[in-house]
């Protein structure tokens, strides 16, 4: 049995950091992990040019505690009137390292999100004349279908399309969910990346309704049956080269979470590598887990690798119960349970 592990240093290739007391609260644990983050820009109101990405660059890196070695890497919140000339250029400059499509009222604050693909055509060419990668919630919004078949259902009408029509765009499927999406995924190495949460390689939609409703394990996309849990577990531990970390951390207020509209997000920046090691060492995958949560996303981004390491050990730690944010807390996923693996210091 392995007690240590030491690995390239980890970036996390999907994070929402929050603003205001919340981005103060919650920046540092995800600065301790990892080198790099890919930041979401869905705030209110959303990141869709360069000097608000700038400027929400700046506070992330003011809420840091002091000798951090963090980069974030900003992304541009896609609108249906979004500039392509305003994409361009802060690509070029090293301000946007990719753009997000959040399809309207798919989630948390995107209610400015994209309507129609057909709305976003002139930025996608850019995209791809550029190499610039498209991020995608991957779900569509019509009332008429389940929700828990949004995901396979976004596949079929919305990303094969784009695909045959942009052949040169570079995609990443985020926090895929699905049988359907894994191999889809695994069926498309060259053209898309996956990235995958903690939560839904651990919990399946019962751990929603155990006992009671359990606000704590909802996000979106919400978990779903064990089978395509599995299915989704199977293809990261396999190690797939295009798959790769993106924790999804998504902090909110536990009276936002405790409430008549309980908000979606599970926040797990505090022992995320932890976590994931844990379904690494289950699945006797451990040898695949730097890949994952070290190289896989740089070489998909055309990034250089990081410098340094992170050693885990084998010692267990309690998961903090609540994570203190200002006037109020939050709770972290699998809070006030005993995980296997702790990072070293």
């Given at each position: 049995m392995r007690d240590r592990l030491t690995i390239r240093r980890p970036d996390d290739w999907h994070v929402h950091l929050r603003d205001g007391a919340m981005l103060a609260a919650v920046a540092a644990p995800t600065a301790r992990q990892f080198a790099r983050a890919i930041v979401m820009p869905n705030l209110s109101p959303p990141v869709t040019d360069v000097a608000a990405a700038q400027s929400y660059r700046a506070r992330i890196l003011a809420a840091l505690p002091e000798g951090h070695d963090f980069t974030p890497l900003m992304t541009c919140y896609l609108t249906d009137a979004t500039d392509p000339a305003e994409v361009r250029r802060g690509f070029e400059l090293g301000v946007f390292t990719a753009c997000k499509l959040y399809p309207a009222h798919a989630t948390t604050n995107s209610a400015h999100g994209v309507t129609s693909i057909a709305h976003i055509r002139p930025v996608l060419e850019v995209m791809q004349a550029i190499g610039m990668p498209l991020l995608v919630h991957g779900e569509v919004t019509d009332p008429a279908i389940d929700i828990f078949d949004r995901e396979a259902v976004f596949i079929e009408r919305v990303?094969?399309?784009?695909?045959?029509?942009?052949?040169?765009?570079?995609?990443v499927l985020e926090h895929i969910t699905t049988a359907e999406a894994a191999a889809f995924v695994l069926a498309h190495p060259d053209r898309i990346g996956a990235t995958v949460t903690p939560q839904h390689l651990i919990i399946n939609r019962n751990a929603i309704?155990?006992?009671?409703?359990?606000?704590?394990?909802?996000?979106?996309?919400?978990a779903k049956r064990e089978t395509h849990r599995?299915?989704?577990?199977?293809?990261?531990t396999g190690g797939a080269p295009n798959i790769f970390l993106g924790t999804d951390t998504a902090p909110h207020m536990v009276e936002a979470k405790i409430s008549a509209c309980g908000c979606a997000g599970i926040f797990s920046?505090?022992?995320?590598?932890?976590?994931?090691?844990?379904?690494?060492?289950?699945?006797?995958?451990?040898?695949?887990?730097?890949?994952?949560?070290?190289?896989?996303g740089a070489r998909f981004y055309g990034l250089p690798l990081n410098d340094g390491t992170v050693t885990l050990e084998?010692?267990?730690?309690?998961?903090?119960a609540v994570w203190d944010a200002g006037d109020s807390h939050v709770v972290p996923f699998r809070a006030g349970e005993t995980l296997r693996w702790r990072m070293a210091a």
């Open positions: 990303l094969v399309p784009l695909l045959a029509d942009l052949p040169a765009l570079k995609v309704f155990a006992g009671g409703l359990r606000p704590h394990a909802y996000c979106l996309p919400v599995v299915a989704v577990r199977k293809a990261v920046a505090p022992t995320a590598l932890e976590l994931y090691l844990e379904v690494f060492e289950e699945d006797d995958a451990i040898d695949r887990f730097e890949a994952f949560a070290s190289e896989n084998r010692v267990a730690q309690e998961v903090p």
